[in-house]
């Protein structure tokens, strides 16, 4: 865990290094300035003129103005240190995130890893920070005040040697008992998250449903199981603080007790008085070295279980990798499953593909019906290698698709979501996620062709209109047709829609169909839909029935052999014309989509 997380540090191991370095001189100034000290006063009993005293008064100055800027510098290099390892180790785990599959992803939450990124790595900073710091002050804090204890106070300083052991022993005990509840409580931290998450991405339907004190109350109960461990945890922690004034006062009581005889019974022979001022001062400091011991103690208690969540994630292997000599070069856009069978994971009882067999051509268009759970979106993952098969191969342009390159699968694999996502930035930024480098006027070609334009030109701003994260200030329907522009500037080999006109029309849907089949004649094109109006003039269509072909030919084939699609045919049509019959409702009215100051309502 410890070699993950200092890969990490890189760039800023010099500021890691320097950081101990300095803290030594630190220490050093603070143990020798009570060894001066008692020097001082020692001469001030032996009857020393100012005139004498000037030297030592120049000496301490001089001591404290350098443990100032040790203690200055150490701290500069330590906030560089611990900020550019935590901006590091942010950077690692994203990028690590960034490479699974979704294999990969299914373990995780997205709350554990927003916890992970964020709470996880801000307590393993402080940790790091403490421990090339304060971890290497107090020990040597801790030796080198015991060592000149001995010198100043000789025997005496005996009461250190057994008082340390036996504190430390009560800590690390304290530690110990505390490190399980840190590791239950960060499990409660990603609940805690996942009701925020879904809260405030669900903000519509809690208020539609009014389901706010729900959500309160949900929150309220996540809150206090992070409360309730975490005030379990501090008030072990606390005991810290009773044991330490305990050594305190224990160690001064023997300290004065017997040194104040010393100094009385041999007077000043066998402890003279600067030896007293610095024994008493050397026992504070090594108690406070131990006090500073225990809080990086318990900050590395709590840090241990958050580096531990963090290297998993950094230390996970996606399951999908390149292959070592990949093919970069597709030849077209055919696609063969070949006898393919497919779980999520290998302890599934069920597939959720089993034995598909289907050959599809370059450039033609394959509609895809079922029923919900049919395994329409598991088949279409296959094909840019979202996830692996089990069983057989998935083959584009002839080669298998765990032999081609990822990035170069998927730039010539374009997919749109149902689900579709906008991030946070301009139309125009948006749509270059499809090609960076393309002009305004291939923009303006696709979202026309997308029936994207016109509500476009209808903002205030156009194209440089900015979007919410989440794409929250648009429609469901825009929001699809941007997506779709946004693929169209790929210009695949293959394009893949699925379920991806859901919001639109029939009319824009058939639209957008026709604009699809001019500007991409040659890309294979896979229309996952649930409304027969969108597939049934495709040159195939596929109905799916719980993960298996249940047919496969034209429209006139399957109403002809397939009762799945013949029944969805024919309650489809009928809900039209009834309501038809109702008074022409299935054609809306003419809609004009509103600008974005004003809001923008759903699409019928």
């Excluded at 004498?52 to 000496?59: E, K, N, V």
């Excluded at 389901?211 to 005991?239: H, M, S």
Aim: net charge negative; glycine share 8%.
């Amino acid at each position: 865990m410890l070699k993950t997380l200092m890969a990490s540090i890189r760039e800023y191991k010099k500021a890691a290094i320097a950081t101990p370095l300095i803290v030594s001189g630190e220490v050093v100034m603070e143990v020798a300035i009570p060894f001066v000290t008692a020097q001082l006063i020692n001469a001030i009993q032996a009857g020393a003129t100012v005139a004498d005293m000037l030297p030592y008064a120049g000496i301490l100055i001089a001591m404290a103005l350098a443990s100032l800027a040790f203690g200055i510098g150490a701290g500069i290099t330590c906030s560089e240190a611990s900020c550019g390892f935590a901006k590091n180790l942010r950077h690692d785990v994203f990028a690590a995130v960034q490479r699974f599959s979704f294999a990969n992803i299914d373990q995780f939450s997205s709350s554990s890893l927003v916890t992970r990124l964020t709470t996880d790595i801000t307590n393993v900073q402080l940790a790091y920070m403490m421990v090339i710091r304060t971890a290497i002050r107090c020990p040597m804090l801790l030796l080198a005040g015991i060592i000149m204890g001995f010198i100043m106070g000789g025997p005496m300083a005996i009461v250190y040697v057994i008082v340390v052991p036996l504190l430390g022993f009560g800590l690390f005990k304290v530690v110990r008992t505390v490190h399980p509840i840190f590791r239950a409580v960060f499990h409660k931290y990603d609940a805690l998250n996942e009701s925020i998450e879904e809260n405030v991405t669900g903000m519509r339907d809690v208020k539609s449903y009014v389901r706010q004190e729900y959500e309160k109350e949900k929150f309220g109960r996540a809150a206090q199981d992070v409360c309730r461990d975490f005030t379990r945890a501090e008030k072990i922690l606390a005991f810290n603080a009773p044991m330490m004034n305990l050594a305190v006062f224990t160690v001064f009581a023997v300290v004065i007790q017997f040194g104040s005889y010393l100094i009385v019974s041999t007077k000043g022979v066998a402890l003279n008085v600067g030896q007293f001022s610095a024994l008493t001062t050397y026992g504070f400091m090594i108690l406070m070295a131990l006090m500073m011991v225990s809080m990086v103690f318990a900050m590395i208690t709590m840090a241990q279980e958050s580096a531990e969540r963090i290297v998993e994630v950094i230390e996970t292997e996606p399951t999908i990798k390149n292959p070592e000599n990949p093919v970069m070069e597709m030849a077209d856009g055919s696609i063969d499953f070949d006898h393919v069978t497919f779980k999520y994971s290998e302890k599934a009882e069920n597939a959720a593909l089993t034995d598909i067999d289907l050959h599809i051509r370059s450039g033609e268009t394959i509609g895809i019906m079922g029923g919900t759970g049919s395994a329409k979106t598991s088949l279409v993952n296959l094909i840019s290698r979202l996830y692996d098969v089990t069983e057989g191969s998935v083959k584009v342009g002839g080669v298998d698709v765990r032999d081609y390159d990822l990035e170069y699968l998927r730039n010539n694999v374009a997919v749109v979501l149902q689900k579709n996502v906008l991030f946070s930035g301009t139309i125009k930024e948006n749509l270059r996620w499809g090609d960076p480098n393309a002009s305004y006027d291939e923009l303006v070609e696709v979202c026309k062709l997308a029936q994207a334009d016109e509500f476009i030109q209808g903002f205030p701003q156009k194209y440089d209109t900015y979007i919410e994260q989440g794409g929250t200030n648009v429609s469901g329907g825009q929001k699809q047709r941007l997506c779709i522009a946004r693929a169209l500037l790929k210009r695949p080999k293959v394009l893949i829609l699925d379920d991806s006109t859901s919001a639109v029309d029939t009319k824009t849907d058939a639209l957008i169909r026709e604009g699809l089949a001019s500007y991409l004649p040659d890309t294979t094109k896979i229309i996952i839909a649930q409304r027969t109006s969108s597939v049934e003039h495709a040159d195939r269509i596929l109905v799916l029935d719980n993960g298996r072909i249940a047919g496969l030919g034209s429209h006139a084939e399957l109403m002809e052999n397939c009762e799945i699609y013949r029944e969805t045919y024919t309650s489809q049509n009928r809900t039209g014309e009834e309501d038809a019959e109702a008074g022409a409702a299935a054609e809306p009215a003419p809609h004009v989509e509103p600008a974005l100051e004003g809001g923008v309502a759903d699409e019928q």
